[in-house]
């Protein structure tokens, strides 16, 4: 989509630190981590928002999901731990309009959720 950080992330246009990917899914390290461990998981198709995901987009958040078990085996977190989360619209924190999910880790994280 024009003008999408992360379609442009996705095509390649502007770099991103790539940890894993595959047909449909990219993860790359976030660019301001709030852990040691903080990736980026998108669909490399546009969907905004987890609300706007229809079926495909369902299909591209279980590859999501499959991809994080991939990530944390790769960032070594996959024994000690961590979290992924989506946040969703402007309550929800969303900043970057692309859907995505975090995973974060590295160390013990906390239960706040604000
Ligand atoms: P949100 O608040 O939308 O869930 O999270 C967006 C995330 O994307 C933030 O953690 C932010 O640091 C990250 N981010 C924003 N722009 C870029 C970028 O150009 N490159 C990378 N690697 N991460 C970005
Ligand atoms: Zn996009």
């Known amino acids: 989509m024009e003008g ?10 502007i770099p991103g630190r790539k ?10 390290e976030d660019i301001h981590p709030m852990a ?20 495909e987009g369902m299909a ?8 994080a078990q991939e990530v944390a085996r790769i960032k070594k977190v996959d024994q000690r ?3 992924v989360v989506i946040n969703c619209n402007e309550e929800g924190g969303q900043v970057v309009f692309h ?8 160390l013990k994280l906390r239960d706040g959720l604000a």
Not at 4 to 13: T, Y
């Open 4 to 13: 999408c950080i992360f379609c442009k992330i996705a095509a390649g246009e």
């Open 19 to 28: 940890v894993y990917e595959t047909q449909s899914v990219l993860a790359f």
């Open 36 to 55: 040691p461990v903080h990736v980026i998981i998108i669909p490399k198709r546009h969907v905004a928002t987890l609300m706007d995901a229809d079926a």
């Open 60 to 67: 591209d958040v279980q590859a999501m999901m499959a991809a």
């Open 81 to 83: 731990g961590f979290r």
């Open 99 to 106: 859907l995505h999910m975090h995973l974060l880790g590295g």
